[in-house]
């Protein structure tokens, strides 16, 4: 199935970059800039391409049936946002810890509308988990997504962020105006 949607992808003029994840079986995956809910779609299409399985958190009261059963299989993990944001950084890194390979994928904006502030939970995972941050991409001007490199946290929250939106901030989001500005960064 997964071949068709790449196939389709190619078809409509899309690539995948190369970099592929290679001797990383868990990682945080920040994608950007995300501002359409193609960025989805597109991001699943890309990670089946390289055999990841990319995992992202949902809230629990989601996962009923029949509805539960289709987020899992897209790599939904419940988590109990109705507790602490610490109770839900402690359930991501329980997870890390209880699988061999987990790509967790965060889009750090939070919304698809412009936001300079991004949340940081995507961070503490990664730093609690003891994982590496994948900077992942999805560039609708030249219709080209994947992983663009691999970062390890250096403990300093503002300058990482920084240093990972001067990245994200070279690509073009479906509504470009929704993207990272050259001021985030300056």
């Known amino acids: 199935m997964g071949k068709f949607f790449f196939w389709l992808l190619k078809l409509f003029g899309w690539k995948i970059d190369n970099h592929t994840p290679v ?3 868990k990682a945080v995956v920040v994608m950007g800039p995300h501002t359409s809910n193609w960025d989805f779609i597109i991001g699943k ?3 089946s391409h390289y055999n990841v399985n990319g995992k992202f958190l949902i809230k629990k009261d989601l996962f009923f049936f029949p ?3 289709l987020l899992k299989a897209m790599g939904g993990v419940p988590v109990d946002r109705k507790k602490t944001t610490n109770n839900i950084t402690e359930q991501a890194v329980k997870y890390f810890n209880e699988n061999e390979k987990c790509f967790m994928v965060f889009t750090p904006e939070g919304t698809r509308s412009y936001q300079p502030k991004w949340k940081k ?3 503490y995972i990664a730093q609690n988990a003891n994982v ?3 900077i992942g991409y999805i560039d ?3 219709k080209i997504g994947g992983f663009h490199s691999l970062f390890t946290p250096t403990g300093d929250v ?3 962020i920084k240093y990972i939106k001067s990245i994200l901030s070279q690509y073009s ?3 470009p105006e929704n993207g990272i500005r050259k001021e985030e960064i300056a």
């Open 23 to 25: 001797g990383v079986n």
């Open 45 to 47: 299409i890309a990670f």
């Open 67 to 69: 509805l539960g059963y």
């Open 121 to 123: 939970g995507f961070y």
């Open 132 to 134: 590496p941050i994948y």
């Open 140 to 142: 609708y001007k030249r």
């Open 158 to 160: 503002d300058a990482d």
């Open 173 to 175: 989001g479906k509504v």
